[in-house]
């Protein structure tokens, strides 16, 4: 199943929410005036594309509309996918040139943080990178013993001490251990704590730190996990942590088991950050790059039928 059809299929739940408004409203189109603009207003605040977003681009398909003269619902279909690909679009791909390169994952609790660093370890194993994975959360219960099960799925190494140890003291050894077996890349989890924002940035700046002394070469990503059911509180996180440690990328989890798939297109318009990667499934290949395009489409086609 390609990508379109992944993303076609992962949307369905979002697509069945608003698909029925999305439908009149495309099939009884006749221009681009206040009352449909009104109509379509609606539709994207109930994807959860979010006030400020859905203002911008009805904005955008108002002046496009205007300029290019749409007068068929298969017209506004295209305008419409190219204004949310340019919304999501730029800085999609990770940049992990270097050997080895870093991916720092960080995310609250119950994202999925620890499933998409084994979905991300299995994946990068196929392309035949030697991955090292670090267990920087040292304070959630079991989450050492998580990881361990998916290193050995992905056939990654582990990094590891015991619960409750300095995660500071983690990811030095995994740095020496990439450094020493030659690996290509080391992916490090982190704890998901929210309750002290001081706390939190201190840790994670204690680690990028780290990152960058022992690894001062290597192309690092800051990842954040984000669970795409908590719809707006997904985007409020995304501030939040752009805010304790500058993000390159964003994962997005659970967009099948959602039917605000719009908020997609927040998250990316209001941090400024990059989506990198969407969860559409629970199988290990259910982990997609994100292409916007392909994205935006089959938002549209899932929603609308056409």
Known sequence: MG????IKQGLQRTSSAIGEGFNNLFASFRKVDEDFLEELEELLLLADVGWDTTEKILSRLRETAKKEKIETAEELTKVLTRILTEFMAGGNEFVLNTKPSVILVVGVNGVGKTTTIGKLAANFGKEGKKVLLAAADTFRAAAIEQL???????GAELIRHQEG?????VVFDACQAVKARGGDLLIVDTAGRLHNKKNLMGELGKLMRILNRELPDADKEVLLVLDATTGGNAVTQATYFNEVVPLTGIAL?????????????AVRDVTGVPIKLIGVGEGTDDLQPFVPA????????GATGI
Not at 3 to 6: G, H, L, S, V, Y
Not at 148 to 154: K, L, Q, S, Y
């Open 3 to 6: 990508f379109f059809e992944k």
């Open 148 to 154: 361990e099960i998916w290193a050995g799925r992905a």
């Open 165 to 169: 140890s300095d995660p500071g003291a």
């Open 253 to 265: 989890t659970k967009l099948d088991g959602t039917a605000k798939g719009g908020v997609t297109v």
């Open 294 to 301: 392909a994205f935006a489409e089959a938002l549209l086609k």
